[in-house]
């Protein structure tokens, strides 16, 4: 006796989005979006590498790399270039 599958059954097989739909690219595009902005967090702003042991101290760092990272972000869009500012004042 042969076995049907439901997305119930296997959710990676048969996903509840359709692939290649409209509703797949746009979750898609936020998947990537959110792994290359946790990308950015543990690799580029090592913050797997502290060894705090209090969750405030973790807190505090996670928060300090998010503000990182909108700075980086304002700082991609801006056609200010800032040495010339800088040495200007």
């Not at 913050?47 to 928060?63: C, P």
Request: hydrophobic share 35%; proline share 3%.
């Amino acid at each position: 006796m042969q076995r049907k599958q439901y997305t119930k059954d296997n959710p990676r097989l048969f996903p509840p989005v359709a692939r290649h739909s409209d509703e797949w690219n746009d979750v898609y595009k936020r998947r990537t979006t959110v792994e290359r902005s946790n990308k950015r967090e543990k690799i580029d702003y090592k913050f797997e590498a502290a060894r705090h042991r209090s969750t405030k101290m973790w807190l505090i760092r996670i928060f300090g790399i998010m503000m990182c990272q909108h700075l980086d972000a304002w700082y991609q869009e801006i056609d200010i270039d800032l040495k010339s500012t800088l040495l200007a004042a």
